[in-house]
């Protein structure tokens, strides 16, 4: 069975600083690429930033490019979101995912080719 826990949500004031993990069990990250999504309520999900099954390339929506940086640990099965400058309309719940390596990078921003989802982790900016 495959899990997606995410951890390191909470209230920050804007400028602050974050750091959200996911780790996986009845998966291997290194096997799949990885993306972090948001979803403010009445909103629909948006992708935020993603990393290839390699770690070799990585995708940042325009909104997080320059304050979000995502990352994967191998040796943990595990990958980060580490946000910097958090501005209020960061405020959502983040979720991780996992999609199959085989599918087209050109689609990876897109939340319906993953097929694994955290339970999502609540980050909230105040300004």
Known sequence: QV???ES?????????SLRLSCVASGLTFTRSHRGWF?????????????????????????SVRGRFAISGDNAKNTVVLQMNSLKY???AVYYCAAAPPTINRATITDPRQYDYWGQGTQVTVSS
């Not at 390191?8 to 602050?16: L, M, T």
């Not at 948001?38 to 940042?60: C, D, H, M």
């Open 3 to 5: 899990q997606l826990v």
């Open 8 to 16: 390191g949500g909470g209230s920050v004031r804007a400028g602050g």
């Open 38 to 62: 948001r979803q403010a309520p009445g909103n629909v999900r948006e992708f935020v930033a993603a990393i290839s099954w390699s770690g070799a390339n990585t995708y940042y929506a325009d």
């Open 89 to 91: 309309e960061d405020t």
